[in-house]
Structure formats: C-alpha cells, structure tokens
C-alpha cells in the first residue's frame, strides 16, 4: 500500500492533484477541481497495483446529509431504473449495508419515479462507509490491478523492437517489477531504425513507471566475427548465447535479477524448447518468459490492447535479421555450440560489448526527471 501511494503520487504529478492519502484498503486522491477528472483518470489507469477507482464525493456518516445533497447531483443523470450498492467498511456504523440499501433507496425512487433494478439498473449509486466518512460515485473505472511497480524488484528486458518483448515486459511491470531494457543493435552494419524503435517502445512503456533505464548494447563485431568462424545454421543460436552473456553483465550494472524475454515455445527456430535449453546454459541468472505458452495471435491482441503494436510494426533493421541464414539449426546439440565457442575469445568479445554499451535514462511521461 505504501508503494501504491508513492506510484500514484509520481504518477498524478502537477495533474490537479492536491493530496495523496492512504485510508483503509484504499488509496485516495484530493483533486484541487473536478475539471481535472479527465487527466487523473488517464494516469490513474496506467498504474500498476489499481485494480479499480472512481470519482466520489466525501460526506460525513450522515445520510440525511446524504439525501439533502444528492437531488443536485443526480441532476446530470438520466434513468429509468437504478440500484444503490453499499460497502460498509466501518462495522461501527448503525446500518447494515442492505438497510442503507432500502432507506436511501426509497429515497431515490420517491424523488424521481424511477424504479429498482437490481440485474441491469440504468443507473448505479455507490456507497462507501469509511471510518473518515461516506464517499458517493456513480461509476468504477476498471484498471489493470496487479501489484505496484517496484513491490517486486528489478528485471532486465531484452527490448528487441517487435511484438513479443514489449509485451512480455507490461507483465512483469503489472506483477510489480521494475523493468531496465536492453537492446541489442548492429550499427553502422545497419541503420539506426531499431535503436529509434526501442526509445519509441520504452517511452511508451514508461508511463507504468517512474523512469526507465534503456540500454544499447552493441552486437556487430560479435556477429561479424561469428559470420566469418562458425557455419550459418549456428549462428542465431550464438548470437544468442552472447547476447545472455552481455545482457547478465549490464543487468548486474543496473540491480536487476533476472532476465526477460518475449518467446515463446517453438514460434521461431531459436525458441524450440532444444534451442531454448543450449542458450539458457550461459545464463548465472533466471531467465523469465512471460508469453512462453501463448500463440502468436493472442500476443498481437495483447499488444495492440497496451499500444505497442503499432511502434513493433514498424520497419527497421534488427540486429537479429541481420546474416539469418536459409536453414538454421532447431534441434542444436550442446556439445557443438560448445565446440563453435572454443575458437572465439568468448570473455573478450563480451567485455567490450559490455564496455560499449550506452545507457540512456528514460522517465514517465507524467514525471519530472530529478
């Protein structure tokens, strides 16, 4: 709770919020007016850990006070049917919530004719009985729920500009992680289209959190000197045992604990589960993967429902496409990996990829960056 209220005050930062507050089981909010509604709710709903919230108004434990203030209210309402659903958090309170239910509820019907519908009602008057007070809204908005960012520790995505890892990195944000990026480039070999790409993604990924770490991690020598000593149908494999290597030693640089990726079992000849295996074993940290049971189509679904899906689909050179070869390996033995790797300076190619990485800082939308 108190992360959730630090990642809502980040978050909700000179939007007309005036004060951030934690009351029981919940998180509030004190808008300086009403007009700044609209922006708050937008901020409210990208962060983490909210799993739903409402715009209310606070009484005291009074309902005749109540009663007096809510024909204004319900002015800018038009209904045939309603119900009233209470929540009485404070067992002290004289009434239980169905007896809250009924009075205010012939209130209502008196004062409009409307009638009670308790299946699919025009209209909705939530009540909420605090120890501080009454709060009073018309309508919940949904949000994502799952836990503050932050309340998890720090993960290292590898960011490869598609589909897959952004999305895999909106979930690890919503289990409360903190989420660093990696992406691996090849320029000059190629253009700078995926390095803008990935800035492009982080930035729309910061909005769940308060400032992103971006790393750039440079993989052309490393592919220039596999393309020359090894057969083709290893390559992609060992590109992506370097690529694990280098990822671990930056995601120490930053505090992380595991690594991320987007695979998913058998979508691509790296991520057959005999590939998947020959890569991890460089790993000294947990290698997660979030979408690894999910097909293709619900991955896109997932992605055009978080807003990355039209950042992904734009064109660039990616270092993985960069020399693919026609026939690559699916089933790679180990021991042959193994073997390929004997003839490069393993260690040293590492190092300076490490060496030569730049690490860009990245904040929310919604932040100053101090």
Known sequence: MRRLTENLRNATQDSGVSRVWQAQLMVGLTLEDEGAWPEVKKRVRECF??????????????????????????????FSSFQIETNRADKRFPMTSPEVNRDLGRFVEELTG?????????????????????????????????????????????????????????HMMKRGCTASYIHFHSYPLVDRTSIEKAGELVQHLARHQRRSDLLLAPLAEIQKRIIVETPP???????????????????????????????????????????????????????????????????????????????????DQDCCSLFVP??????????????????????????????????ELVPSPYQRLV
């Open 326 to 359: 026609k026939h690559p390996e699916t089933r790679a033995r180990l021991a042959t990996v193994e073997r390929l790797e004997e003839g490069l300076p393993v260690d040293e190619m590492v190092e300076e990829a490490i060496a030569g990485s730049v690490r």
């Open 49 to 78: 850990g909210v799993a739903k919230f409402f715009l209310a108004r606070e009484f005291p434990q009074d309902l005749d006070m109540i009663k007096e203030t809510l024909p204004g209210l319900l002015e800018s309402h038009t």
């Open 114 to 170: 409307a009638r009670v519908d308790l299946s699919n009602p025009d209209l909705t008057i939530y009540l909420d009985i605090q120890t501080r007070g009454i709060l009073l809204y018309f309508e919940e908005v949904p949000a994502h729920g799952g836990l503050p960012v932050g309340a998890s520790g720090r993960v290292a995505v590898m960011l490869s500009g598609g589909i897959d890892s952004p999305v895999a990195a909106w």
């Open 233 to 315: 149908s290893y390559r992609v494999l060992l590109y992506r045992r370097f690529m694990v290597r280098i990822a671990q030693g930056l995601a120490k640089q930053v505090g992380a604990k595991a690594l991320i990726t987007g695979e998913s079992c058998g979508q691509v000849s790296s991520q057959t589960l005999e590939n998947i295996a020959v890569v991890d074993d460089v790993a000294t940290m947990p290698v997660l993967r979030p979408l690894i049971g999910l097909n293709k189509e619900e991955i896109v679904g997932m992605a055009r429902g978080i807003g990355t899906f039209l950042i992904s689909i734009q064109p």
